[in-house]
C-alpha cells in the first residue's frame, strides 16, 4: 500500500515537471521595449554620423519612406498598417544586412550586427501582437526612396522606429484588450 502511494505521488510530481506544449508567446506591449530598440539606432546613427573612413556604401539601397500622413494612416485597417510596417522593417533589414559586409571598423560593425538583431527582433514582437509577418515583394506598391551614406540609412532606421512602427504597436489590437 505505501510503495502505490510512492509511486503516485511520484506520477504526481512527474507529470507537474514535464514538458508540456509551449505556450504561446505573450504579446510585448510595454513601450520601453521600443524605446529600447530606438535608443539603440540612434546611437548607431550618432556613430554614423561620426564615422569618417570606412563607412561608405558602393551602391545606393532602398528604404522605406518614414513620413506619415495622419489622416490617410488612420483610414487604414491593422493589416494594411501591419503590411506597411513588414515591409519597411524588411527593406531596413536588407540594407543593414548588405552593408554589414562593407564595414572594416570592428566598433562600427558591431553597432550594425546589432540593428540588424534588432529589427529581427522587433519583426518577433510583431508576432507576439499576432501580428503575422508578410513578405514583401519586389516592385511591390510601399513608398520608397533611396540613400547613399550609412548616416541616411540610419537616420531612416530611427525616424522608422521612432513613426511607423511605435503607431503600429501604440494601436495593435492585443495591447488594447484590456483598455475595453
Known amino acids: 500500500m505505501e510503495m502505490s502511494r510512492l509511486i503516485a505521488v511520484l506520477l504526481m510530481v512527474l507529470e507537474w ?4 506544449l509551449p505556450s504561446p508567446l505573450r504579446p510585448i506591449c510595454d513601450p520601453r521595449v521600443l524605446d529600447h530598440f530606438i535608443k539603440e539606432a540612434r546611437d548607431t546613427e550618432a556613430a554614423m554620423r561620426a564615422c569618417r573612413e570606412g563607412c561608405g556604401i558602393a551602391e545606393p539601397l532602398t528604404l522605406p519612406l518614414t513620413s506619415v500622413d495622419f489622416s490617410v494612416w488612420e483610414k487604414k485597417n491593422v493589416q494594411e498598417q501591419a503590411r506597411e510596417v513588414q515591409a519597411g522593417l524588411s527593406l531596413l533589414g536588407q540594407a543593414i ?5 562593407s564595414v572594416t ?8 550586427e546589432s540593428s540588424y538583431n534588432n529589427i529581427r527582433s522587433i519583426g518577433q514582437v510583431l508576432t507576439s501582437l499576432n501580428i503575422q509577418e508578410v513578405t514583401s515583394s519586389p516592385g511591390g506598391s510601399e513608398d520608397t526612396w533611396r540613400v547613399s551614406t550609412m548616416s541616411e540609412l540610419f537616420r531612416v ?3 522608422f522606429l521612432r513613426g511607423k512602427v ?3 504597436l501604440s ?4 495591447c488594447n484588450q484590456d483598455s475595453s
Open 105 to 112: 571598423n570592428s566598433a562600427l560593425h558591431s553597432l550594425i
Open 17 to 20: 515537471t514535464r514538458p508540456g
Open 157 to 159: 532606421h530611427t525616424n
Open 97 to 101: 544586412s548588405a552593408v554589414r559586409a
Open 171 to 174: 494601436s495593435a489590437p492585443a
Open 166 to 168: 511605435r503607431l503600429l
